[in-house]
């Protein structure tokens, strides 16, 4: 059949059930959405990730024996197809929708709070931000002319040889960390090299036997201390770094590895 | 910025004068330029498509230090350079909703925006760019929320126009706490629908 003759067909029969025309675009994401659910690997063309994701979770929340046509791929095709604006009356929340509503709740009580938003759902997490977009555009939010000029200073920075600037209150600046954590790096590796022709390579050996791993210098070409969850700002990653940087280079120098030379010296 | 307003022909005037010293390669001239804009970019432009704070700050800065950096590539066209860094600032607001894995209608929408100038883009006086910037955001949300359920439009404006606790808005609505919190999270599903499809 040509597809000219397959969509008239389809026409009529949209036409037949009372249902408005489908257009080009609606049919190909109809067949798309279609070769998905029948497990197809390749789909031409995209698909709607929102659309997808909602349906890969209302499947697995249906359990193992989910059947294509029980009740939880329904809820999901009618979220995906059916105005989501009933004009009268509520259906019923099932757990799915009351686990999402309750982290949505969850994380808009702490963004009014002004409190760091927790772990939260990859699927309410876009929802999270549209109630975010929606707040902040409703509140004037000004920015403080302190953290502007801040943010300018900043800005050049990274242009001009100016000097360092001293870490804001609250969250410091990712360039100014990075540099620090490099500082602090630096220092180790140099205290550790001067200590090592002060007390002969017997003795650097030695200390470096009584320090913990997770306590010994890095490279600054490895600033990861571990993986990053993926919903961690670029920030909380430099956060992370630098704290990790700054707590061995204090235990280094004020108690790993001080603790090991006393022994020796009473040995 | 310091000082008074400048008058639109006047303010333009000095901001064509500092551009063309930065492209010179004296870069700290375009200082007053990004203190005077800074803020409406962020309170108008990026935190309102980005909803949060401290990534709000991260874009500014990122927007400042990339104009500062392209400043040679800027051509000027009779029009404040607001709106190229405005352009700037919606493609790094973009590039956070991808790197966030945020659904793609999302990105797309912005995406559609980002392509277009806003409205009256040749203003050069602050406070009225960032009253226009207001103007668009709250007409997008309002627009969006007239298409809606009033029952769902009422449960967005108490919660997060009018920041009630949960409590007081099942109140106000009339259902229980589960109920409410099932009203709210289908009322920003609604949002978002409406509001892409805008």
Same mark, same amino acid.
């Given at each position: 059949m040509s597809e000219d003759r397959k969509d008239d067909k389809l026409q009529q029969e949209l036409e037949r059930l009372g249902e408005p025309a489908a257009d080009a675009e609606e049919i190909a994401a109809a067949e798309r959405l279609a070769a998905r659910l029948e497990g197809a690997l390749h789909v031409v063309g995209?698909?709607?990730?929102?659309?997808?994701?909602?349906?890969?979770?209302?499947?697995?929340?249906?359990?193992?024996?989910?059947?294509?046509?029980?009740?939880?791929?329904?809820?999901?095709?009618?979220?995906?197809?059916?105005?989501?604006?009933?004009?009268?009356?509520?259906?019923?929340?099932?757990?799915?929708?009351?686990?999402?509503?309750?982290?949505?709740?969850?994380?808009?009580d702490r963004m009014i709070a002004g409190v760091q938003p927790a772990d939260t759902p990859a699927d309410v997490q876009e929802l999270l931000c549209l109630a975010a977009m929606i707040r902040v555009s409703a509140h004037a939010m000004p920015m403080s002319p302190g953290r502007l000029e801040t943010l300018v200073d900043q800005a050049y920075g990274t242009k001009a040889p100016a000097a360092a600037e001293p870490?804001?209150?609250?969250?410091?600046?990712?360039?100014g960390r990075l540099a620090l954590a490099a500082?602090?790096?630096?220092?180790?590796?140099?205290?550790?090299?001067?200590?090592?022709?002060?007390?002969?390579?017997?003795?650097?050996?030695s200390t470096e036997q009584h320090l913990p791993t997770h306590l010994t210098s890095r490279s600054t070409r490895d600033i990861l201390p571990g993986a990053f969850p993926r919903t961690q700002t670029a920030a909380e990653r430099i956060d992370l770094i630098y704290h990790d940087r700054l707590r061995s280079f204090r235990e280094v120098h004020l108690g790993g590895q001080r603790q090991p030379r006393r022994a020796r010296r009473k040995r | 910025m310091s000082g008074p307003v400048p008058d639109d022909a006047a303010g333009l005037a000095e901001e064509r004068t500092l551009i063309e010293q930065a492209q010179a390669g004296d870069h700290d001239v375009l200082k007053p330029i990004l203190k005077r804009y800074g803020p409406v970019l962020f309170s108008g432009v990026i935190l309102p498509r980005l909803g949060n704070e401290a990534d709000a700050e991260d874009v500014l800065r990122d927007t400042?230090?990339?104009?500062?950096?392209?400043?040679?590539?800027?051509?000027?066209?009779? =029009?404040?350079?607001y709106y190229w860094m405005r352009q700037i600032a919606m493609n790094k607001i973009i590039d956070v909703h991808r790197k966030r894995q945020r659904g793609a209608r999302l990105?797309?929408?912005?995406?559609?925006?980002?392509?277009?100038?806003?409205?009256?883009?040749?203003?050069?006086?602050?406070?009225?760019?960032?009253?226009?910037?207001?103007?668009?955001?709250?007409?997008?949300?309002?627009?969006?929320?007239?298409?809606?359920?009033?029952?769902?439009?009422?449960?967005?404006?108490?919660?997060?126009?009018?920041?009630?606790? =949960?409590?007081?808005?099942?109140?106000?609505?009339?259902?229980?706490?589960g109920t409410f919190d099932v009203l709210f999270f289908r009322s920003v599903k609604s949002f978002r629908k409406k509001f892409l499809e805008e």
């Open positions: 995209p698909v709607d990730d929102d659309d997808v994701s909602t349906l890969a979770m209302a499947l697995r929340s249906g359990g193992r024996d989910t059947d294509p046509g029980d009740a939880a791929t329904d809820r999901a095709l009618a979220e995906i197809f059916a105005d989501s604006d009933p004009s009268e009356g509520e259906p019923p929340a099932d757990d799915l929708e009351q686990r999402r509503a309750d982290a949505l709740a969850a994380g808009v870490p804001a209150q609250g969250r410091t600046f990712t360039l500082a602090l790096s630096a220092v180790v590796v140099g205290g550790a090299l001067v200590m090592g022709g002060y007390l002969g390579p017997k003795r650097m050996v | 400042m230090m990339a104009a500062i950096d392209r400043i040679n590539t800027f051509r000027w066209k009779g =029009r404040s350079i990105v797309t929408a912005l995406a559609a925006e980002a392509a277009v100038d806003p409205p009256h883009a040749d203003q050069a006086d602050e406070a009225l760019i960032a009253a226009e910037e207001r103007k668009i955001n709250r007409g997008r949300i309002a627009r969006t929320l007239e298409a809606m359920n009033p029952r769902y439009a009422e449960a967005i404006r108490l919660r997060l126009v009018e920041e009630l606790p =949960r409590r007081d808005c099942a109140a106000r609505m009339g259902v229980t706490l």
